[in-house]
């Protein structure tokens, strides 16, 4: 038995479309579910801990990382199964476990791939499943939000550096990573990841493995704004962590704090000014 969550307001309306093809080529397939619509922020969460306390085998999010992250949230700890059909703009965390684009693809994979275990993480004991992260990525999300209106993937992600570039300033953080060491001064950016992309394919943590056990902590220091560019195909080749202002660590937990900190949590914006991450082995199960 297998139970979608749709979140309809999705990809610009066009997860409610994905939806109904989905729900004719299940039927096709003598496949039974049953699917069900987020009228509000957290329903996913609301309507996966039903359907995992009904016993329903897999649970899908039909919807883009936002409803992935509530679902999974609400699916975490128990023994039923998350499913993804990918209708977002960014769709980030089905790269790190090469889920496929296409709706149909997608179905198919869920049917014929086993469920398996992957990690999750907390921030401040809140749910997360992909990348966390303050500083000069938060700044491009935030100038994104309105070019994702007219388009989707990478696209609204390029503007958002543009702007993000022109308003740059260094980051005052203090960061703990681990147990042993501790990091005080201005950066560019701390990004903590358990998956592997933001932005809608910008690879922060190439390296991340979302079975692995570890956080990838990437803490870059404050360069000028006018080199900022020259950065930027390193960011977007996912290199960054092999140049000389970035620091790449994976440990378990970290805590990280800043004045006036915007935090990104799976592509939530919070403001939140300190920060403590820990990462939970095998917390969730996937089909992928």
């Known amino acids: 038995m297998i139970e979608i969550i749709v979140n309809p307001a999705a990809g610009n309306g066009r997860a409610k479309v994905i939806a109904e093809e ?31 306390a009904r016993g329903i085998e897999t649970v899908v999010a039909l919807g883009g990382d936002g409803t992935v992250t509530e679902v ?20 980030d965390f089905i790269k790190a476990i090469n889920i496929p684009r296409s709706w149909r693809d997608a ?34 999300l935030d100038y994104s939000i309105e070019a994702k209106k007219h388009c989707s993937g990478i696209w609204p992600y390029f503007y958002g550096i543009i702007r993000a570039i022109k308003n740059y300033k260094p980051f ?13 001064g201005e ?32 803490v870059v220091d404050a360069v000028p704004r006018w080199k900022i560019p020259f950065y930027l195909p390193a960011i977007m080749l996912g290199t960054l962590p092999k140049l000389k202002p970035a620091h790449l660590y994976r440990v378990q937990r970290c805590r990280l704090s800043s004045p006036g900190m915007r935090l990104n949590l799976d592509g939530e914006v919070l403001p939140i000014e300190d920060a403590s991450f820990a990462l939970k082995a095998d917390a969730l199960k996937i089909h992928w």
């Open 22 to 52: 989905v729900t004719r080529y299940l039927t096709e397939k003598n496949i039974e579910h049953t699917m069900v619509y987020t009228e509000h922020p957290d329903h996913a969460t609301e309507l996966a801990k039903d359907a995992a």
């Open 72 to 91: 999974a949230r609400g699916l975490a700890h128990t023994g039923t199964a998350l499913g993804i059909i990918p209708s977002g703009t960014g769709n």
């Open 107 to 140: 179905v198919d994979f869920i049917l014929t791939h086993p469920a398996r275990e992957v990690n999750t993480g907390t921030m401040n004991d809140r749910f997360f499943m992909n990348a966390c992260g303050a500083g000069f990525d938060v700044m491009v």
């Open 172 to 184: 005052r953080m203090h960061v703990e990573v681990g147990d042993d060491l501790v990091l005080d």
């Open 187 to 218: 950066y560019m950016l701390c990004s903590i990841a358990n998956g592997q992309y933001i932005g809608g394919g910008i690879p922060i943590a190439r390296q991340a493995d979302v079975t692995d056990g570890l956080l990838d902590v990437l």
